[in-house]
Nanobody
Framework: QVQLVESGGGSVQAGGSLTLSCVAS???????????MAWYRQTWGTQRDLVAH???????KYAVSAKGRFTISRDNAKNTVYLQMTDLKPEDTAVYYC????????????WGQGTQVTVSS
């Protein structure tokens, strides 16, 4: 059974920092590197938007809003992805979701349950 468990969300004041973590577990991840790990965010009534993603090969990519403030990293041995967020702004307030994509033997996408980040001014 696949499970993605997120942690690290919370409430901070503007200018503060938070680090999110997402751990993937399940037999599908055994022995198969996760092709892409990503963080998305969503606010009420809007679509879920990509914040950053870290491919197995290549450099991480960031949304314009995240560049220079957020850092995504992955630990392949632990099937874990992190999102270090600094200089947080009220507009960063959202539910943050991790997403894992495996592409062997077929392509599968898995989502975490979401973790709330609230930034107050």
């Amino acid at each position: 059974q696949v499970q993605l468990v997120e942690s690290g969300g919370g409430s901070v004041q503007a200018g503060g920092s938070l680090t999110l973590s997402c751990v993937a577990s399940g037999s599908i991840f055994s022995g198969t590197p996760i092709a892409n790990m990503a963080w998305y965010r969503q606010t009420w009534g809007t679509q879920r938007d990509l914040v950053a993603h870290a491919p197995l090969v290549g450099d991480p990519k960031y949304a314009v809003s995240a560049k220079g403030r957020f850092t995504i990293s992955r630990d392949n041995a632990k099937n874990t992805v992190y999102l270090q967020m600094t200089d947080l702004k009220p507009e960063d307030t959202a539910v943050y979701y991790c997403r894992m994509l495996v592409d062997q033997p077929s392509e599968y996408v898995f989502w975490g349950q979401g973790t709330q980040v609230t930034v107050s001014s």
